[in-house]
């Protein structure tokens, strides 16, 4: 029997995973800022996803253009060598993955490798991605008790020990509805209890088991605009990425595999 060409074929993950958070947040027809969606949960834990596939699957194709000039070099044929950041981001993101480096101190190891610079912690891309994360961990392992927001009496204040007052800033959290305006929404721990009026806070107490009133942050985090400050958050970190890479054969494969999901508004 003679020789059978073989076609390798390598499908990356991360793309399918921004694909479904940009499913998800595409899915929500409601008005941006109307919460209780939970196709924005799913947008934000795919989001995340999607940067952890696309960090790993980009190192991966750092050694596999290693290994391909390795090879056209042993068959004699002339070919350009990759810079040696190449070599150094492959071996940098294997030994993080080995050592179960967290997410966001790989991103920063990548930054250091590909720039020899950290991220600035203030600003985008890290910014948001930083708060993408915050929001993220609180969903998957986040305490019985955390809330969004708390009475203690009057006023109302927002918990300051969240990620979520940042997001408040940046208008995209659970607004009212007109009708709903005045009210304080009052949760238990798995749904959506009552809506009391503020000027009626002193009956709280009566009308609550809790010892105060909280918005379920779930419910409050659960708009379109998250789930599309989530998609837009994971798309400039991984393009960013992709454009401080030096040029090479590895960042023409990069671009081939991710930009074009990525660049997805």
């Known amino acids: 029997m003679g020789k059978r060409a073989a076609l390798t074929v390598w499908p990356p993950n991360a793309p399918t995973l921004f694909s479904i958070a940009v499913d998800s947040a595409n899915r929500i027809t409601a008005s941006p800022r109307a919460g209780g969606h939970n196709d924005a949960l799913v947008s934000v834990v795919f989001a995340v996803a999607s940067l952890e596939a696309f960090l790993n699957e980009s190192a991966y194709l750092a050694k596999t253009s290693l290994q391909r000039k390795a090879r056209e070099r042993k068959l004699g044929h002339h070919v350009d060598a990759e810079p040696p950041i190449v070599s150094a981001f492959a071996q940098v993101m294997e030994e993080a993955e080995e050592s179960k480096v967290q997410i966001q101190s ?29 929001v993220r961990n609180f969903l998957m392992h986040g305490k019985s008790n955390e809330t969004f927001l ?18 408040a800033s940046r208008r995209i959290l659970h607004e009212p509805s007109p009708d ?11 749904a959506l209890l009552d809506l009391i009026l503020l000027d009626e806070i002193d009956t709280i107490p009566q009308k609550s088991p809790a010892s105060g009133a909280m918005a379920r942050w779930t419910f409050v985090i659960g708009t379109k605009a998250v789930a599309e400050w989530a998609c837009s958050a994971a798309a400039h ?29």
């Open 180 to 190: 709903q305006k005045g009210h304080i929404a009052v949760v238990g721990d798995t």
């Open 150 to 167: 708390t009475i203690e009496g009057k006023p109302s204040v927002l918990h300051s020990a969240t990620v979520l007052d940042r997001l």
């Open 106 to 134: 790989k991103f920063q190891l990548a930054h250091l490798v590909l720039t020899g610079e950290a991220y600035d912690k203030g600003s985008p891309p890290y910014q948001n991605f930083s708060d993408l994360m915050a």
């Open 237 to 265: 970190m991984a393009t960013d990425l992709m454009e401080k890479a030096p040029i090479s054969s590895w960042k023409d494969l990069m671009k081939g595999q991710f930009r074009k999901t990525f660049s997805t508004s």
